[in-house]
DNA sequence: TCCGATCTATTTTTT
DNA sequence: ATAGATCGGA
């Protein structure tokens, strides 16, 4: 064991030895942040600091299964381990498990995620015959999101008077009562949603003060990363958990706060200073991570933002090169371009593919961006976007064991109750929803034991209902007799979705089956990891059980799934919020149009603008050494076509950091985008001119005329390939063909859209 | 009850 | 462009 603090320059080391009291660490982008709070722990721990009472706080499982593996690798695995390391989700959801039943709630409460949030929104809805667009879902879960971030119960709700009158004035007087069902159908169904993990931690200490005081005495060292990020719930929550012993030691950058839209509060940062009056504050100033051309423009740029600490980022780097930037006529020209570049960088400098990142400013961007790496042959991978565990197939899944572990579980029942097919027809369905209400419980329950209350529901369906009971309750039973991924595979099984999907036999229900066997090797892995101390509750399970799995799969959404990421060599893609805390060679950050990045939504208030312009902070401050940023004057949005003009953003960064465009190609795009007639032509051409513009050595693509094509013919689509024309319908902007192309099956193509050559006649 | 046709929202970011 | 929801007919 080599002396840590060698290791370490003043400002961080200073922040490592004031092991006793509150500390504060504000820490500039790349100033080696991670670095302070990983040598802090094993600080602590070489003084003889019990692994078991320190606990520590990050946002995503990422950020603290990196930071584990870090401490592990400075002071050993032993020791390591046994820390409390995770995001606040999962460790308060292991508190809940734990004293949950103070509460009323069971250990084997489910975690509800957005996915069914919003379901069982849309539900309430229609049972109050609310209309779906006035209360839009996601906006309706968004406010009750925000209520509970800030504490708020459905009847604080309801009786606040400016919350209602809020709503009334919006035209949504209701939404507090939606509120008041949506608790009580969670209740009903041993479920917390996301924002419940938070709340109910919350309730917990307030209401039960020997609980609180068993995890302050356990917990002596309390540290928090990305402090900048929490909101109220979580403040509080680490303030009572703190405020025994006081060593609380928070890390964060007011300057990449970018969270405020989902309650996070930078006022936290500035609480700290009043609620720890004797507190120690560092800064740590000194980048390691960029070039001198990088810090300076992304300082610049955020030197725009009223609302700031002040502080000064510098760094020792070399100069580097200046900050590029790229004009497209279209989106998909974008992606050329970027693609272009990179196999530039590639080929002139030798370097490997995942020393690129793409950043956009939201997932559909990506699409235009991937056809243009596939083309150009650039390994790629996409983070986030749909993730795997929300796919249809995968939830569908996951739904029978959740159902399996909590036969309460409501949205997991209602989505399987009739998949695969059990003739358990809507009729039956609405008929038990009426029932479970006016009897206050559950609709397994309710079919479980079919009594006098089900005498609506004809014969035949009740033996449908209760061989489903059966069923489920014939698996619960064997949770604790079969590990994991056995009772996995035994579910699978009798079901029958294998069997339902392989009967489907197209390419998107092969594509699904495989997504149930990866589903399925990872149950198998899980199985056969090694428990480590903690991640089964208290001090570990001898069996790791499918309740397990679940427990640990319900807060993992993101790319946390198989990391085979070290060796792999890739071009990373992502949006710039699931790339804080990461950082690249080379960066494009991508879309730098008004109304998209600063976003629409955004430019309304000064707060909102200001959160967008530290998000491009963020962006600017993960590269190393060279950043590129890209702009289109025209793209898809909705299926159709829009212009665009450059981002605000472009121009606040100081010019002598950008590296003007080659003045011939400048001069040639400058005429394309001054040129009135090429703007409006454009507008109303149905395919953009862009594809075949571009200067890419790509072979222009040009589609033939819509009326000349014939059954029979063979034609190439630029995304599908080539492939046969089976059939022509309807005319005019209307007139569809349906394609089939060998290797992906049938298309039906709108040819208003799609463009298609003829190959032969 | 099932199937296909039609309609509609989706695009801000995530635990 | 596309997935999902909804509706109407068999």
Same mark, same amino acid.
């Given at each position: 064991?080599?002396?840590?603090?060698?290791?370490? %320059?003043?400002?961080?080391?200073?922040?490592?030895?004031?092991?006793?009291?509150?500390?504060?660490?504000?820490?500039?982008?790349?100033?080696?942040?991670?670095?302070?709070?990983?040598?802090?722990i094993?600080?602590?721990?070489?003084?003889?600091?019990? /692994?078991?009472?320190? !606990?520590?706080l990050?946002?995503?499982?990422?950020?603290?299964?990196?930071?584990?593996?870090?401490i592990m690798?400075?002071?050993g695995?032993?020791?390591? #381990?046994?820390?409390?390391m @995770?995001?606040?989700?999962?460790?308060?959801?292991?508190?809940?498990?734990?004293?949950?039943?103070h509460l009323?709630? +069971?250990?084997?409460?489910?975690?509800?995620?957005?996915?069914?949030?919003?379901?069982?929104?849309?539900?309430i809805? =229609?049972?109050?015959n609310?209309?779906?667009k006035?209360? %839009?879902?996601?906006?309706i879960?968004? #406010?009750?999101?925000?209520?509970?971030?800030?504490?708020? =119960?459905?009847?604080?709700?309801l009786?606040?008077? $400016?919350?209602?009158?809020?709503?009334?004035?919006?035209?949504? /007087?209701?939404?507090?009562?939606?509120f008041?069902?949506?608790?009580?159908?969670?209740?009903r169904?041993?479920?917390?949603?996301?924002?419940?993990?938070?709340?109910?931690?919350?309730?917990?200490?307030?209401?039960? /003060? $020997?609980?609180?005081?068993?995890?302050?005495?356990?917990?002596?060292?309390? !540290?928090?990363d990305?402090?900048?990020?929490?909101?109220?719930?979580?403040y509080?929550?680490?303030?009572?958990?703190?405020?025994?012993?006081?060593?609380?030691?928070?890390?964060g950058?007011?300057?990449?706060?970018?969270?405020?839209?989902?309650?996070?509060?930078?006022?936290?940062i500035?609480?700290?200073?009043?609620d720890y009056?004797d507190?120690?504050?560092?800064?740590?100033?000194?980048?390691? &991570?960029?070039?001198?051309?990088?810090?300076?423009?992304a300082?610049?740029?955020?030197?725009?933002?009223?609302?700031?600490?002040?502080?000064?980022?510098?760094?020792?780097?070399?100069?580097?090169m200046?900050?590029?930037?790229?004009?497209?006529t279209s989106?998909?020209?974008e992606?050329?371009l970027?693609?272009?570049?990179?196999f530039?960088?590639?080929?002139s400098?030798?370097?490997?593919?995942k020393?690129?990142?793409?950043?956009?400013?939201?997932?559909?961007?990506?699409?235009?961006?991937?056809?243009?790496?596939? #083309?150009?042959?650039?390994?790629?991978?996409?983070?986030?976007?749909?993730?795997?565990?929300?796919?249809?197939e995968?939830?569908?899944?996951?739904?029978?064991?959740r159902?399996?572990?909590?036969?309460?579980?409501?949205?997991?029942?209602l &989505?399987?109750?009739?998949?695969p097919?059990? @003739?358990?027809?809507?009729?039956t369905?609405?008929?038990?929803q009426?029932?479970?209400?006016?009897?206050?419980c559950s609709?397994?329950? !309710?079919?479980?034991?079919?009594?006098?209350?089900?005498?609506?529901? %004809? #014969? @035949?369906?009740?033996?449908?209902?209760?061989?489903?009971?059966?069923?489920i309750?014939?698996?619960?039973?064997?949770?604790?007799?079969?590990n994991?991924?056995?009772?996995?595979e035994?579910?699978?099984?009798?079901?029958?979705?294998?069997?339902?999907?392989?009967?489907?036999d197209?390419?998107?229900?092969?594509?699904?089956?495989?997504?149930?066997e990866e589903?399925?090797?990872?149950?198998?892995e899980?199985?056969?990891? $090694?428990?480590?101390?903690?991640?089964l509750?208290e001090?570990?399970?001898p069996?790791?059980?499918?309740?397990?799995?679940?427990?640990?799969?319900?807060?993992?959404?993101?790319a946390?799934?198989?990391?085979? =990421?070290?060796?792999?060599?890739?071009? =990373? !893609?992502?949006?710039?919020?699931?790339?804080?805390?990461?950082?690249?060679?080379?960066?494009?950050?991508?879309?730098?149009?008004?109304?998209?990045?600063?976003?629409i939504?955004?430019?309304?208030?000064?707060s909102?603008?200001?959160?967008?312009?530290?998000l491009?902070?963020?962006?600017?401050?993960?590269?190393?050494?060279?950043?590129?940023?890209?702009?289109?004057?025209?793209?898809?949005?909705?299926?159709?076509l829009?212009?665009?003009?450059p981002?605000?953003?472009?121009?606040?960064?100081?010019?002598?950091?950008?590296e003007?465009?080659?003045?011939?190609?400048?001069?040639?795009?400058?005429?394309?985008?001054?040129?009135?007639?090429?703007?409006?032509?454009?507008?109303?051409? +149905?395919? +953009?001119?862009?594809?075949?513009?571009?200067?890419?050595?790509?072979?222009p693509?040009?589609?033939?005329?819509?009326?000349?094509?014939?059954?029979?013919?063979?034609v190439?689509?630029?995304?599908?390939?080539?492939?046969?024309?089976?059939?022509?319908?309807?005319?005019?902007?209307?007139?569809?063909?349906?394609?089939?192309?060998?290797?992906i099956g049938?298309?039906?193509?709108l040819?208003?859209?799609?463009?298609?050559?003829?190959?032969?006649?």
């Amino acid at each position: 064991m080599t002396d840590l603090l060698t290791q370490l %320059n003043d400002a961080q080391r200073e922040a490592v030895i004031h092991t006793e009291g509150p500390v504060m660490i504000i820490a500039g982008a790349g100033s080696g942040k991670t670095r302070a709070l990983t040598y802090r722990i094993a600080h602590l721990l070489q003084r003889g600091a019990d /692994p078991f009472s320190i !606990l520590a706080l990050t946002f995503t499982n990422k950020a603290a299964r990196e930071m584990k593996e870090r401490i592990m690798s400075l002071i050993g695995d032993r020791e390591g #381990r046994n820390v409390w390391m @995770g995001t606040f989700h999962s460790v308060f959801a292991r508190i809940l498990r734990a004293e949950g039943h103070h509460l009323g709630y +069971p250990q084997n409460f489910t975690i509800y995620d957005t996915d069914d949030s919003k379901r069982l929104i849309r539900g309430i809805l =229609s049972e109050l015959n609310l209309d779906q667009k006035v209360y %839009n879902p996601s906006y309706i879960l968004h #406010r009750i999101s925000n209520a509970k971030s800030n504490l708020f =119960s459905a009847t604080d709700y309801l009786n606040n008077p $400016e919350v209602q009158t809020a709503d009334a004035a919006a035209g949504k /007087p209701l939404t507090g009562e939606i509120f008041r069902t949506y608790s009580a159908r969670l209740k009903r169904a041993d479920a917390m949603d996301f924002d419940d993990l938070l709340y109910n931690t919350n309730l917990l200490f307030r209401d039960f /003060p $020997e609980v609180l005081y068993k995890y302050q005495h356990r917990f002596r060292y309390i !540290l928090v990363d990305e402090y900048q990020d929490t909101n109220h719930a979580q403040y509080l929550i680490i303030k009572r958990m703190a405020a025994l012993h006081e060593n609380i030691t928070v890390v964060g950058d007011d300057a990449q706060s970018i969270y405020a839209f989902r309650g996070a509060n930078i006022q936290n940062i500035l609480n700290f200073k009043v609620d720890y009056p004797d507190h120690r504050l560092f800064r740590l100033e000194q980048n390691y &991570r960029s070039t001198k051309v990088i810090v300076n423009a992304a300082n610049g740029v955020i030197a725009k933002n009223k609302d700031q600490i002040k502080k000064t980022v510098w760094t020792d780097n070399d100069e580097g090169m200046p900050i590029s930037l790229l004009r497209a006529t279209s989106d998909n020209e974008e992606g050329t371009l970027v693609a272009n570049s990179i196999f530039g960088f590639k080929m002139s400098k030798q370097l490997p593919n995942k020393h690129f990142a793409i950043l956009y400013r939201t997932n559909a961007q990506s699409r235009s961006i991937e056809e243009a790496l596939r #083309r150009q042959g650039i390994p790629y991978k996409i983070y986030g976007g749909l993730s795997f565990y929300s796919r249809k197939e995968v939830k569908d899944l996951l739904s029978y064991f959740r159902l399996v572990i909590n036969p309460n579980d409501e949205e997991a029942l209602l &989505r399987i109750i009739n998949y695969p097919a059990r @003739g358990i027809g809507k009729t039956t369905i609405e008929k038990l929803q009426v029932l479970s209400n006016d009897h206050q419980c559950s609709i397994m329950e !309710l079919i479980s034991k079919p009594d006098h209350r089900l005498t609506e529901i %004809n #014969r @035949g369906t009740i033996t449908k209902l209760t061989d489903f009971a059966t069923m489920i309750r014939s698996f619960a039973v064997k949770l604790d007799k079969m590990n994991a991924f056995e009772l996995a595979e035994h579910i699978t099984k009798s079901v029958g979705i294998m069997a339902a999907l392989k009967e489907e036999d197209n390419i998107e229900s092969v594509n699904r089956i495989e997504n149930i066997e990866e589903l399925l090797n990872a149950i198998m892995e899980f199985a056969e990891r $090694e428990p480590v101390a903690g991640e089964l509750g208290e001090e570990g399970v001898p069996q790791r059980s499918l309740g397990h799995f679940m427990q640990e799969v319900a807060l993992l959404t993101d790319a946390d799934k198989n990391d085979d =990421s070290e060796n792999a060599d890739y071009v =990373s !893609l992502m949006t710039i919020h699931a790339a804080k805390g990461l950082e690249f060679p080379y960066v494009y950050i991508v879309g730098l149009e008004e109304n998209l990045f600063p976003s629409i939504q955004s430019i309304g208030t000064r707060s909102e603008l200001e959160e967008e312009r530290r998000l491009f902070y963020v962006a600017l401050t993960r590269a190393e050494e060279k950043v590129t940023i890209s702009y289109a004057e025209s793209r898809y949005r909705w299926g159709s076509l829009s212009l665009s003009e450059p981002s605000r953003f472009i121009e606040e960064i100081d010019i002598q950091y950008i590296e003007s465009p080659k003045k011939n190609q400048q001069d040639f795009r400058q005429k394309q985008a001054l040129s009135g007639l090429d703007a409006f032509q454009r507008k109303l051409m +149905p395919t +953009p001119p862009a594809a075949s513009k571009n200067e890419s050595n790509d072979e222009p693509f040009e589609a033939s005329d819509v009326d000349s094509l014939q059954n029979g013919m063979t034609v190439e689509h630029q995304k599908f390939g080539t492939g046969k024309i089976i059939q022509l319908e309807g005319a005019g902007a209307n007139k569809k063909a349906t394609v089939f192309f060998p290797g992906i099956g049938q298309k039906q193509l709108l040819l208003k859209f799609a463009k298609l050559k003829i190959c032969d006649a």
